[in-house]
């Protein structure tokens, strides 16, 4: 009884796995077609072959799918210096199969396609192990023209120049002419940053040392007009202004220094080396915070009191005042005027 059941077994199996190889891989010749893409192909050109099939198989029935394959299992390989395959794919819907296989050709005349097993390169393996699962693809050779047949020309031609609007030659001419003297000219503006900062500042330095004067020569002005002011006040007013304007003028701190030390504040600005037009100036400077001072500090000390009377009296003669502000407005414009000239 075993042995029976095992040889029904044994039977069924066999047969189901003779039928079922027929069934999924049987076709109709009718049923396969081969296209070219485009119907001409030149050296060159990138064409696609078409395969299509009908399978009539129970087990792919009414399955749908796509699948990309690697160009490098397709057996091609003694067609290597004829043509070089770009990409392949297949695909199914329902029961139509098709393959379709891109690639460039290099050389004329017919390329004939070796057959190859089309599930070896779709990596069915669980189908592949069994030698009886196989669906053999014979592509149907192809003609490749050459350019010459599609040109009629067999020589080569030569390079033809760059094709431009008639009359754009002179306004290229004049841009690249414009650029050139941009560039140069954006080079030397480099070249002469430092030069250039440092001109901008000068001009900036003297726009407020012009600024300074103008507003000094008003405060004296104003400080010579306000006749309600002592002569201790005047003086003070007049030693405020003058320190402020050469501060500023020479950027040293003329607020500390003393009358006796002003010659020494100037032999330092200028190095040791005092300009000729500045003596006269420096003397009257001097002389001017010397009497001020004495104006200031002397009134109601001993000193007052010394004889004779008109040199040790601490308060201004008539038209003192206007001769102490022409002192400093002079001298405001020496150094204005003087050096500039000197930097010049």
């Known amino acids: ?91 199914m819907r329902e029961n139509d199969c098709s393959l ?64 431009m609007v008639p009359g754009t030659s002179y306004v290229v001419f004049a841009f690249v002419i414009v650029a050139i003297i941009f560039l140069a000219a954006l080079f030397r503006a480099l070249l002469k940053f430092h030069d250039l900062r440092r001109w901008l500042s000068q001009m900036k330095l003297r726009r407020q040392r012009r600024r300074n004067s103008i507003l000094t020569l008003r405060k004296l002005k104003r400080l010579l007009r306000n006749e309600n002011l002592s002569d201790i006040e005047f003086c003070a007013g007049l030693q405020n202004v003058t320190r402020a304007y050469l501060s500023f003028r020479f950027d040293f701190p003329f607020e500390s220094e003393s009358a006796l030390g002003i010659s020494t504040a100037f032999r330092q600005i200028f190095l040791g080396e005092i300009p000729d037009f500045v003596f006269p100036v420096l003397d ?21 009191k010394r004889e004779p009377k008109s040199e040790h009296e601490a308060h201004l003669a008539h038209g003192e005042r206007k001769s102490l502000v022409a002192t400093i407005a002079k001298a405001v414009k020496v150094f204005e005027g003087g050096l500039r000239e000197e930097k010049e």
């Open 1 to 91: 009884m075993k042995r029976k059941i095992f040889a029904a077994t044994f039977f069924v199996f066999f047969m189901g796995i003779f039928f079922r190889s027929n069934l999924v891989f049987s076709q109709n010749a009718s049923d396969i077609s081969q296209a070219l893409v485009p119907l001409e192909v030149y050296v060159g050109d990138v064409a696609e072959v078409r395969y299509s099939f009908k399978l009539d198989s129970e087990i792919f029935s009414g399955q749908n799918f796509e699948r990309e394959i690697d160009v490098e299992k397709i057996p091609f390989e003694k067609l290597a210096d004829a043509l070089t395959i770009k990409a392949a794919r297949f695909s």
């Open 100 to 163: 379709v296989i891109q690639f460039i050709p290099w050389r004329t005349g017919a390329i004939d396609f070796p057959a190859f097993d089309l599930l070896s390169v779709l990596d069915f393996e669980d189908v592949a192990k069994d030698e009886n699962f196989s669906f053999k693809i014979s592509l149907l050779p192809i003609e490749i023209k050459s350019v010459v047949e599609k040109t009629g020309r067999a020589e080569i031609q030569g390079s033809l120049p760059p094709l």
């Open 284 to 304: 009257d400077l001097t002389s001017m915070f010397i009497r001020t001072d004495y104006i200031r500090y002397a009134h109601g000390s001993l000193d007052e």
